[in-house]
């Protein structure tokens, strides 16, 4: 009997080290799966914002084989297309009747973690309030609106002081004066559309005293502003909010020509996001799960091999 007990036991052990070493096994493999999905799928979420994607809807880009009018056919509510100089924000601008549909939605119309670059509900298409809201994503890798908490920079604010206001079948010039920071229920400032001479005043001169920067460009009220807004880190709630002037001036893109002399093509999001952004998704979940089965496989293999030398203990113990 004690025999017996001491066989059981040394298996009873064996075999639960064998399963806690699995189990340990499959956890560390099953987060490693985990995070390469979530890279993937991060990667996927970004190549979405990518102004890449749209740059062969951009409006007078003949050459590359679609047109604003085709990206207008996927998404009626697509009518405008906005370019900041110095940056990676050159996207179509949509709007929808609430403020929330294009937070998830992207400018062809179907569903996206980056949104679209939208204009507020409440101001017109033509741009002809005196003050629009654009809104856009904070995204990293410099995506959406992701570059405007940047301008928290002195030189980066001075640096970049033109951008393009594509409406109406015409291009307008952009030319920022101010940067700000406020909370996203500041009411003061998220108010599309003030109308009168003295309540524009009132909100343009509340512009410029809580601006962080300005540029003196002589702005009135007879201009027609529009702000960039989008989320920052630095508070709760908090909103960088880059705002320009639209003229009938065009302003060149000193930057553009800068990086064609330079590289001789321009720039994206993360061109090496290609990398993982290319696999499709059904693949990387089919190979990890081969993966996670060969372990299985392996793991099992490994414990019939370490178990068989003791299945003749008991009758060599008996014999003795």
């Not at 900041?84 to 062809?108: C, F, H, L, R, S």
């Not at 496989?297 to 060599?316: Q, S, T």
Request: glycine share 8%; aromatic share 14%.
């Amino acid at each position: 009997m004690n025999v017996t007990a001491k066989y059981i036991g040394k298996k009873a052990v064996r075999a639960v080290n064998s399963f806690v070493n699995f189990a340990m096994l499959a956890a560390i493999l099953l987060l490693f799966s985990f995070g390469c999905y979530a890279l993937w799928d991060s990667n996927q979420v970004f190549n979405a914002a990518d102004p890449a994607r749209y740059k062969i809807y951009k409006p007078q880009a003949h050459d590359e084989g679609k047109s604003f009018g085709e990206l207008q056919a996927l998404n009626p509510e697509v009518f405008s297309w906005l370019t900041v100089y110095g940056t990676n924000i050159d996207y179509p601008v949509v709007q929808g009747e609430n403020n929330m549909k294009y937070v998830n939605t992207n400018a062809e119309g179907s569903y996206s973690l980056s949104g679209s670059i939208f204009l507020d509900c409440d101001n017109q298409k033509d741009f002809s309030d005196f003050n629009s809201i654009l809104f856009g994503h904070h995204m990293e890798k410099q995506a959406m609106f992701g570059e405007i908490g940047l301008f928290t920079d002195k030189s980066y604010f001075d640096a970049r002081l033109y951008g393009n206001l594509y409406y109406g079948g015409q291009d307008y010039g952009l030319e920022f004066f101010a940067f700000l920071h406020t909370d996203a229920y500041d009411a003061t400032v998220f108010a599309a559309g003030v109308q009168g001479k003295e309540a524009q005043q009132r909100y343009l001169d509340h512009l410029l005293n809580i601006a962080i920067f300005t540029r003196d460009i002589r702005v009135t009220v007879e201009d027609r502003i529009v702000l960039l807004s989008t989320c920052s880190g630095e508070s709760t709630n908090g909103r960088d909010i880059l705002i320009g002037r639209i003229t009938d001036e065009l302003y060149h893109d000193a930057f553009k020509t800068k990086e064609m002399n330079n590289t001789g093509t321009q720039g994206t999001v993360d061109e090496q996001s290609d990398l993982w952004g290319n696999i499709p998704g059904w693949l990387l979940i089919a190979a990890l799960v081969i993966l996670l089965i060969l372990v299985i496989v392996i793991n099992h293999k490994n414990y019939k091999r370490r178990h068989l030398p003791y299945e003749g203990i008991f009758e060599n113990e008996n014999e003795e």
